[in-house]
């Protein structure tokens, strides 16, 4: 009969699932009957999902991009004169546009599998609502907070494979709490947390071609739905697309616009999902 | 398919594991870079003793790492770059079945606080390159105890030894942030529960 002090000593092979049948079997018969144990357990496997799962791994930079892109069309046509690193960058240097392709290339095919089947309107505004309201409940914690908006445009920068641009306002009762990456409908977006007057406001930015499968009208240019009681704007700008997610109508526009611009009026919603 | 093109395939893939790995081996970006350039050159070399059944992620980062140590051989003048060997510490070698008599730190604390995915991820870079590198490869790369064993070289043990030495390390960082190294002297809290 396995003790407390044994049970505990192996909780991180036991969550890892690395222990050998038989003794993962004696530590499980132990948690069917110890309290204490169960909720150890419990905590350690929050944490796993809460952080440890999300961990990625330091992103290589453009620059060790451009080099190995290079590099590995001459290891295999096996041109390799001399393996110099020296040779290897100077290589590198002068195929480098080569590699933008590649990588342009690349990317879009990964893209395009990754998006699967198209996403509708209907899927993506209920997807946001859903995203919106475990950000304002702290269901998913933000993986940066209490940050300005360029350093989290820099942060995301480094993470997502397009680009992620911020506004940067002054307005009084306007806050960014906080960013993180993450998922509507599989499509891998940077999701950002505000504060307008005290009421939360998601805005959602998606990479250009997943907007683009919506297959979206171009007119009017602000996509406007009632969902679940949210109000949800959905628009294109700047190379990416963005969905806002708010209970406050147009005054969630107070995250991109300063109270003063004078805006075009949002339509009407279109669609009450 | 033939050998090159699943290269090519497999490279992109798992390119910042392997730039992260390089960083955690080398600690510099430059030095990264460089040993990044040279493992794929090596790996290309002995692409024909890879088995396919395997995964190609340990494979690689084994080679990366015999690179490393050969490159430390060639030239150890920089501080950063001292024998990855010199740095373990000896450590007892323990056995599966009773891989540590220690109880890890509950994380309950960290979990209460709510910190962000960032700051857990900046402890890891804080704990002593040694158990850092085998943090990295379970809890980042998701590597199994084996995998790390193979590519470090060292007993399974000594791997659960450094992971269980490492995570709790980590905690104390994000429990108790004045313990990281540079600002105070670490303290590991042991109080179990």
């Not at chain 1, 809460?50 to 961990?55: A, G």
């Not at chain 1, 209490?146 to 806050?175: C, H, Q, Y």
């Amino acid at each position: 009969m396995m003790d407390c002090d044994t049970a505990k000593s192996k909780l991180f092979p036991y969550v890892d699932g690395e222990l050998a049948t038989e003794l993962r079997d004696q530590v499980e018969a132990h948690l069917a009957r110890c309290g204490a144990c169960r909720r150890l357990v419990d905590f350690e496997v929050a944490f796993r999902e809460t952080y440890v799962d999300r961990l990625r791994p330091d992103p290589a930079p453009e620059r060790v991009r451009e080099q190995v892109a290079t590099l590995l069309p001459d290891l295999v046509h096996g041109q390799r004169a001399g393996r110099t690193q020296r040779w290897l960058k100077r290589l590198a240097l002068g195929v480098g546009a080569a590699l933008l392709v590649a990588i342009g290339l690349s990317a879009g095919v990964a893209l395009q599998s990754h998006l699967g089947t198209r996403t509708t309107l209907a899927e993506l505004t209920d997807a946001a609502v859903e995203q919106h309201q475990k950000l304002v409940r702290d269901l998913l914690p933000p993986d940066i907070k209490d940050v300005s908006p360029k350093a989290a445009e820099e942060w995301f920068r480094k993470r997502l494979a397009f680009n992620v641009s911020l506004p940067d306002l002054k307005t009084e009762g306007l806050r960014l709490l906080g960013g993180r990456i993450s998922h509507l409908r599989e499509v891998e977006v940077a999701a950002l947390e505000y504060q307008v007057d005290g009421n939360n406001v998601s805005l959602f930015i998606i990479p250009e071609e997943a907007y683009r499968q919506l297959r979206l009208k171009d007119k009017p240019r602000f996509k406007v739905v009632s969902h679940r009681g949210y109000d949800v704007v959905i628009w294109r700008s700047q190379g990416a697309g963005y969905t806002l997610v708010s209970e406050i109508g147009d005054r969630a526009c107070l995250v991109c616009h300063a109270p003063h611009e004078k805006l075009e009026p949002l339509p009407r919603p279109s669609a009450h999902l | 398919m033939d050998r090159g093109s699943e290269f090519q395939d497999l490279v992109p893939k798992y390119l910042n594991s392997l730039y992260n790995y390089a960083l955690v081996l080398t600690r510099r970006a430059e030095d990264a870079e460089d040993l990044l350039q040279e493992s794929l050159v090596r790996a290309y070399d002995g692409l024909h003793t890879f088995d396919r059944s395997l995964s190609f992620k340990p494979w690689i980062f084994t080679i990366m790492r015999n690179v490393q140590i050969d490159r430390q051989r060639r030239r150890r003048r920089q501080p950063s770059e001292r024998p990855l060997r010199d740095e373990e510490e000896a450590e007892p070698v323990v056995s599966m079945e009773n891989p540590l008599c220690s109880i890890p730190l509950a994380p309950e604390d960290i979990l209460v606080r709510r910190e962000t995915v960032e700051r857990v991820r900046e402890a890891i870079r804080h704990l002593p390159p040694v158990l850092r590198e085998i943090v990295e490869l379970r809890d980042i790369e998701g590597l199994s105890y084996r995998d790390i064993a193979t590519i470090v070289s060292r007993p399974v043990g000594t791997v659960m030894s450094r992971l269980y030495r490492g995570r709790n390390l980590l905690r104390t960082y994000l429990v108790e942030p004045a313990q990281r190294p540079g600002e105070n002297r670490i303290g590991v809290r042991n109080d179990g529960l």
